[in-house]
């Protein structure tokens, strides 16, 4: 049943991604804002499939944490399901990716119309300003800018090393980040076709103040209160 499931979420994909591709080219003309929250539907039809094709759901902790003001979101990063996830629970944003991403058909033209921050990894300094020039033009235009320090997948149980462009970033912008953690590479793993039935739990945690701090202290006191919250929330699928 579960390989059922996990290949009619698939389907879906297939079916829709082209025709939001499509729509999501069509909102060219419009503000930032306007484009997201067209686009940003795909995301949430999808979670609803989860929920109906997988009976996979999530419930979130520490909502009450989400600020009013755009800020940095600095997620733990286990699967594909916190991509969707983020654009429900939090204002509308924009994500710091790889480029490579916005050459994938369909789905990268989605993705180039939402105003990502892409940037090349292995340009070092060059990057990091990058980031944080538009992280700020972003940031001022009223989106939140969300982050995976860990910069790929991690499985559960495993800790990546954690960037230093976040905390980098809200130093030099001043800007308050939100730490997230979540254990949603338990029913839905790395590059992973099947997608177990639960609920995932989604932790927010309070902000934190960047204010007078050093990018790579922040950079600690973040990476300490998501791999503690992990523990907290650490499940075995079935």
Same mark, same amino acid.
């Given at each position: 049943?579960?390989?059922?499931?996990?290949?009619?979420?698939?389907?879906?994909?297939?079916?829709?991604?082209?025709?939001?591709?499509?729509?999501?080219?069509?909102?060219?003309?419009?503000?930032?804002l306007v484009r997201y929250r067209v686009i940003s539907q795909w995301s949430?039809?999808?979670?609803?499939?989860?929920?109906?094709?997988?009976? &996979?759901?999530?419930?979130?902790?520490?909502?009450?944490?989400?600020?009013?003001?755009?800020?940095?979101?600095?997620?733990?990063?286990?699967?594909?399901?916190?991509?969707?996830?983020?654009?429900?629970?939090?204002?509308?944003?924009?994500?710091?990716?790889?480029?490579?991403?916005?050459?994938?058909?369909?789905?990268?033209?989605?993705?180039?119309?939402?105003?990502?921050?892409?940037?090349?990894?292995?340009?070092?300094?060059?990057?990091?300003?990058?980031?944080?020039?538009?992280?700020?033009?972003?940031?001022?235009?009223?989106?939140?800018?969300?982050?995976?320090?860990?910069?790929?997948?991690?499985?559960?149980?495993?800790?990546?090393?954690?960037?230093?462009?976040?905390?980098? &970033?809200?130093?030099?912008?001043?800007?308050?980040?939100?730490?997230?953690?979540?254990?949603?590479?338990?029913?839905?793993?790395?590059?992973?076709?099947?997608?177990?039935?639960?609920?995932?739990?989604m932790s927010i945690g309070a902000p934190?103040?960047?204010?007078?701090?050093?990018?790579?202290?922040?950079?600690?006191?973040?990476?300490?209160?998501?791999?503690?919250?992990?523990?907290?929330?650490?499940?075995?699928?079935?």
């Open positions: 049943m579960i390989v059922l499931r996990s290949f009619l979420f698939l389907l879906s994909l297939v079916i829709l991604t082209p025709p939001f591709a499509i729509i999501s080219l069509l909102t060219f003309p419009f503000p930032p949430l039809i999808e979670l609803w499939l989860l929920r109906v094709l997988c009976g &996979l759901r999530y419930e979130v902790r520490g909502r009450e944490n989400i600020p009013k003001t755009p800020s940095i979101i600095l997620c733990k990063h286990q699967s594909a399901w916190e991509t969707l996830a983020l654009q429900e629970v939090f204002p509308p944003q924009v994500w710091v990716m790889k480029r490579s991403m916005l050459l994938v058909p369909f789905f990268g033209w989605g993705l180039a119309m939402l105003s990502p921050i892409a940037i090349d990894r292995s340009a070092g300094r060059a990057a990091l300003k990058q980031v944080t020039d538009q992280g700020r033009d972003r940031l001022r235009k009223g989106l939140w800018v969300v982050i995976f320090p860990e910069g790929t997948r991690i499985a559960p149980g495993k800790t990546g090393r954690y960037g230093i462009g976040g905390a980098w &970033l809200a130093t030099h912008t001043g800007t308050q980040v939100v730490p997230v953690a979540h254990n949603g590479g338990e029913f839905w793993g790395r590059n992973s076709f099947l997608k177990y039935p639960g609920t995932i739990t934190i103040d960047p204010k007078d701090m050093k990018p790579g202290e922040l950079n600690d006191q973040v990476q300490a209160w998501i791999e503690n919250e992990m523990k907290q929330i650490q499940v075995t699928a079935s």
